[in-house]
């Protein structure tokens, strides 16, 4: 379960934000990811409660844009925002496609703090 490393890094950040910055308090953080990273919301959610106890983000809100899934087809000349990855075109079905968003690695976007 790499949900467990990616939050300690998380909880690195903020932290060291923290330090930086002089705030006490995390309300909420924005993180995005690829729908492809292989990152778990469940259990991002789970390691993130766990591991923040007794630091500034304990019962800090995550909010979680997940971005999805787009390829492009050189044959049709579009991209096509996909529900999972297929190495066909959805409207074509043609495989001379590329892959162009969804696995995005886990971004703090924004915090909430006081």
Sequence with gaps: MHELSLTRSLLDI???YADRHGFKV???????????SCIDPQALK???????QGTA?????????IL?????????EKEFELKSYSNTC??????DILL?????????IEMDVD
Excluded: M, W
């Design 14 to 16: 903020v932290e060291n």
């Design 90 to 95: 959805p409207r074509c079905q043609g495989e």
């Design 26 to 36: 995390v309300h909420s953080l924005k993180l995005s990811f690829g729908q492809l």
């Design 57 to 65: 983000a304990q019962g800090a809100l995550l909010d979680l844009e």
């Design 100 to 108: 162009s968003a969804g696995t995005q690695e886990l971004k703090l």
């Design 46 to 52: 789970f390691s993130f409660e766990v591991l923040s």
């Design 68 to 76: 999805p899934v787009i390829i492009y087809c050189f044959s049709c």
